[in-house]
């Protein structure tokens, strides 16, 4: 572990389907945020959100665009398993079909490049799934034909509940499994940010949980996959003050902070890889 620094990943899922002040203002203000801090980011976006809020986001990235990698979230938030939340009272959230999934992708990915230029090889799958895609080799295929290269799948533990674990650390799928395309598997850990907050009544409680997991990956030399929403970031906090806190004390600790396709990019390299 000698050298090895604790990487914090930073990703946003942009998926409100309608027109949303709550968006617009996040497309504002988070972009301001991280470009203040020297922190990149990573915003996993809805087809549906990009088309509803298609001049913030030509905006962001024509101010940010070396900054904020933008990657998807597939179309209409179709999950790709079946899963039952338990937080949620046994709620059930029924898988799309292949045919479904392989669209979703596909037009997403579309709209980024037409819209805004952007080549999106990353996604993150709604819902998030106990053990990702290690079940589905059908749907790790169809996002490496559609030029999927990183993931965020693997969100839940075996109740289909949070928080999920720090150890399942990023990974690629073909040395888990042989005959699997490389993918490469950011596992998201701790509590998704809407699922905590949730529970909690103040934000003083939510940034004691945030770095407390900061300490975590520090102690640990871990990578921290981050998971936020843009409909649930300005929860009891209208300046997005949790994230900046967040920033500054991860910078403080010596935790390097980077977007998910640069993370992918370092680990292709140091595999001898091509991303395309």
Known sequence: MEGKKPILLIGYDVETMARSKITIKFLELAPKIHYKYDAPCTFFVLGQTLLYHLNEFKRVVGEYGDFIDIQQHTFSHVSFKTLVIEYEGNKLVRGGSLDQIRTEIYI???????????????????????????????????????????????GRDSRDSLPMSFDIQPFWYDEIVKGYPPILECCIHGYHDNALKRRLKSREEYIVYVKKCIDYIVEKRFVWSYCQHDHSSFWNDPNMSIVEEMIKYAIDKGVEIISYKEFYLRKARERGLKWV
């Open 108 to 154: 997403t990915s579309m709209l980024l490049k037409i819209l805004l230029d952007v080549d999106c090889i990353g996604l993150t799958a709604p819902w998030c799934y106990h053990r990702g895609l290690l079940d589905r080799p059908d749907i790790l295929n169809v996002l490496w034909e559609l030029g999927i290269r990183f993931i965020r799948s693997w």
